[in-house]
Every structure is written in structure tokens, then in C-alpha cells.
């Protein structure tokens, strides 16, 4: 029998759902975004890339660019630069500058060696297959050109995990329900390394620690009801689940004074 862990995997690199629910437009990944603005210290990842890309001339292709974050800051930031946006969605596409195109990061519309630098970020954990992935990435970069990874921790918001669990226990009335869909697990930052350092022999990681502190249940509620296209792999009455969690986190808030989540992420700079 397939385990409840498996399937969830299968769901999160299902492109049907990626394309045409999770990413059909930049609504949700917007609201798993905003939760970064109460987080001390705040990244500029936008910014981190510029300035890993600052010896890179030429093309820079975007792979699984989402809602545009980095190509809009590129094309702000490094005019001189030809930046490709590609993405399984053409939806979330609509709104990202051109030259865009829909395309699937295992099998890539680029001739060998046709990209001075690759970025693939929080997308790895998505694909079927990570490691031929990869080496489709290697492959469209030039000998010498760079690749930029980006993922979070396995112990990433696990105040988030717990939350879920504890809400999704009271909705079905047992002490603890079903663990979250969590995304990043397939290609987490510490599995990363494993995985790209298979085909690039020069691997520099930029960890990202912060704390999330909000005082307003608003962005948690909105993180987590993000995961609505996988609602139907949660195991729980999902909408339920995402209000008892709203309760669960306005009391800590009332008591407290504010709700606590430890963030990790975590930038890889790759080289063959
Ligand atoms: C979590 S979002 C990250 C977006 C952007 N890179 C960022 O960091 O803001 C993941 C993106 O990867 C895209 N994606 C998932 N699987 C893909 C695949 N096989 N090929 C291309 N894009 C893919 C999704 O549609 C989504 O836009």
C-alpha cells in the first residue's frame, strides 16, 4: 500500500495540480510570500541573487519563475542582463515581464550550454523527478555559468506543523490529526546538497534563519489555506481545519501577545 507521505510527495510534483490549481495564478503563492514581512531578520532574496549574479553577463533563465519575484528584480536591477521567465503555469505567467514561456524544467526548450546562469528557486521539491532535473539545468548552463537553488529546512515553521495537527485533532476529535502537506521535504535544505552535489562540485549555502512573529492571525490563516489544492490529500475537512487553526492561533495571540514561527531557508550557489 502506498504510505499517506508518498502520496503526498506524488501530489506536490503533480503537474496537473501545480499548473492548474496551486500555480494557476499568484494568489496563493502570494499569501506563503507575504507571512516573510514579520519575519526578523527580513531577507532581501531578491536582492541576494543580484548579488550572487554580479560577475554574470548574458542570459539568465528563470526556471519555475512563479509570480516573477526575481525576474521583475533582474530586469530592474541588472537591465543589461536577458532574463527568461519559465514556468509549468502558463497562468502565472500573465503578469511576469517577456520574454516568458511555458515549458517543464525536465525537459527544457534551451540548446546545451545556451545560459550564463540558472535559477531554480523554491521549485526542485515540484518536479517528478529531482535528479534528471538537475541535470537538465546543468545542461542548459555554459561550462563555468552558475546555478542558484533555493529551498527551506526540514524544520522550517514547524510551529505551523504543529498548529495543523492540533487543529486538524480537534476538527476530528482526536488529541492529535494528520500531519500538514508540506512542500519543501522532496528537495529540503538538507537534502539539497545531496542532490546537486551529484552533478556540480562546487556548492556554496547561504542558510536564511529568521523568526516570524505576527500579532494578527490574518497572514497565518492566509499561509495556510494557500495549501488549498492539496486540501483533498489532507486527510481532515481542510476549510475546518484552516478555522479551528484561525482560533487556535487568535488565542495564543490574545494570551501571549503575539504568534511565534522559526523560519529556515536557504540559498545554494553552484558551480561544476
Ligand atoms: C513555490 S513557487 C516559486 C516561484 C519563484 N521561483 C519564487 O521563488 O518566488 C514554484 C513554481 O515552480 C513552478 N513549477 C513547478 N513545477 C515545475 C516544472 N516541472 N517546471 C517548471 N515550473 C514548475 C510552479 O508553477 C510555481 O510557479
Redesign the pocket.
Known amino acids: 500500500m502506498t504510505s499517506n507521505i508518498a502520496q503526498q510527495d506524488a501530489a506536490v510534483?503533480d503537474?496537473a495540480i501545480?499548473?492548474n490549481s496551486?500555480?494557476a495564478d499568484g494568489r496563493h503563492?502570494a499569501a506563503?510570500?507575504s507571512l516573510y514581512q514579520w519575519q526578523r531578520p527580513r531577507y532581501d532574496?531578491p536582492g541576494i541573487v543580484v548579488e550572487e549574479l554580479a560577475g554574470t553577463s548574458g542570459t539568465v533563465i528563470?526556471?519555475?519563475?512563479?509570480?516573477g519575484?526575481?525576474v521583475n528584480r533582474l530586469h530592474r536591477d541588472r537591465p543589461d542582463l536577458q532574463v527568461v521567465g519559465?514556468?509549468?503555469?502558463a497562468g502565472?505567467l500573465a503578469d511576469v515581464p517577456k520574454p516568458v514561456l511555458v515549458?517543464?524544467?525536465?525537459a527544457l526548450p534551451f540548446g546545451d550550454g545556451s545560459a550564463d546562469a540558472v535559477?531554480?528557486?523554491?521549485?526542485l521539491y515540484?518536479?517528478?523527478d529531482i535528479e534528471a532535473?538537475i541535470k537538465e539545468l546543468a545542461r542548459v548552463l555554459r561550462p563555468g555559468g552558475v546555478l542558484i537553488a533555493?529551498t527551506n529546512s526540514d524544520t522550517d515553521k514547524q510551529e505551523l506543523d504543529r498548529l495543523w495537527a492540533r487543529a486538524a485533532g480537534d476538527v476530528l476529535g482526536v488529541p492529535e490529526g494528520p500531519g500538514r502537506v508540506t512542500?519543501s521535504s522532496r528537495f529540503s535544505l538538507e537534502k539539497a546538497s545531496g542532490y546537486l552535489g551529484a552533478v556540480f562540485e562546487d556548492i556554496r549555502v547561504r542558510e536564511l534563519p529568521g523568526v516570524i512573529e505576527v500579532t494578527d492571525p490574518a497572514p497565518v490563516v492566509a499561509h495556510l489555506a494557500s495549501y488549498e489544492a492539496w486540501a483533498d490529500r489532507s486527510g481532515v475537512p481542510f476549510h475546518e481545519t484552516v478555522g479551528r487553526a484561525a482560533e487556535i492561533v487568535a488565542a495564543v495571540i490574545a494570551t501571549e501577545g503575539v504568534f511565534e514561527i522559526n523560519g529556515l531557508g536557504g540559498i545554494l550557489i553552484c558551480r561544476r
Request: proline share 0%; hydrophobic share 45%.
Open positions: 510534483a503537474k501545480l499548473a496551486a500555480y503563492l506563503r510570500q532574496l528563470d526556471i519555475g519563475c512563479g509570480n519575484t526575481y519559465v514556468d509549468i503555469s502565472i515549458a517543464d524544467a525536465q535559477l531554480a528557486l523554491h521549485m515540484h518536479v517528478g532535473t533555493s512542500l
